[in-house]
């Protein structure tokens, strides 16, 4: 189990086994027996792996871990495959108990609770003028952030910020990268505007 474990540290910058938790990938709970494409709510699946009638067992994981672009030709999944066959088994083991105990499983990448942001990262206002963002945060203070290093992004899910409390991250480190989370796209046209003084 051990082993499985650490080999399905190769997959969770990619996917959860909470359910219903899905990151770039779909989250991997409830996989089992599961026909491929059909994780709940998962939206952003290829052609390929929706039209395949692959159904989600030992045997047809260990052909997709071992290599994915052959076993599902046109499949948008960034990763190179397995080739140590303990490796795979290890893991498959691991996914299969991570699906049947809820005790046994491991969250994704940890992401912040942007719900409990401090002040100093709640968004009033983003003022954009010239090539630059002026955030002001709810401590009164303003960051200046050259445009092409702000993102805007939404987090909808639980972890995403309270309705009309966006949240800045990333911001100091390094003064290059940083993005404003929004819970709604509405709220980004209400929260950023052009205004030059
Ligand atoms: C770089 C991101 C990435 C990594 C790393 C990754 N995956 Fe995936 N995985 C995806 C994407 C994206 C899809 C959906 C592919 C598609 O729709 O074509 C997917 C699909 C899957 C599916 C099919 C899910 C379904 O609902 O049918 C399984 C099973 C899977 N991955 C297992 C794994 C395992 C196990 C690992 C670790 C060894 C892993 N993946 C590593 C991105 C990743």
Redesign the pocket.
């Known amino acids: 189990m051990e082993r499985g474990a650490k080999?399905?540290q190769?997959?969770v910058?990619?996917?959860s086994l909470e359910p219903g938790r899905h990151f770039?990938?779909?989250s991997?709970a409830n996989?089992f027996d599961?026909k491929?494409?059909?994780?709940p709510g998962?939206q952003?699946?290829?052609d390929?792996?929706?039209g395949s009638s692959v159904v989600?067992n030992e045997k047809t994981?260990d052909a997709?871990?071992r290599d994915p672009a052959k076993f599902?030709p046109g499949?948008?999944?960034?990763?190179p495959g397995?080739k140590d066959e303990k490796v795979r088994r290890d893991?498959i083991t691991y996914?299969e108990a991570a699906d049947s105990k809820p005790g046994a499983r491991r969250p994704g990448p940890r992401l912040p609770d942007l719900r409990k942001a401090p002040p100093e990262a709640i968004v009033k206002a983003a003022r954009h003028c010239g090539d630059t963002y002026f955030v002001t945060t709810q401590d009164g203070k303003v960051h200046k952030i050259w445009e092409f290093n702000l993102r805007l992004k939404t987090d909808t899910s639980d972890n995403g910020p309270a309705p009309g409390k966006p949240v800045i991250v990333g911001a100091g480190m390094q003064g290059d990268r940083a993005a404003i989370v929004f819970a709604a796209i509405r709220e980004i046209g209400e929260t950023a505007k052009e205004q030059c003084d």
């Open positions: 080999a399905y190769a997959c910058a990619c996917h770039t990938a779909p991997l996989l599961r491929a494409g059909t994780a998962f952003r699946y290829s390929a792996l929706k989600w994981l997709w871990l599902i499949n948008e999944m960034t990763f397995i893991l996914l």
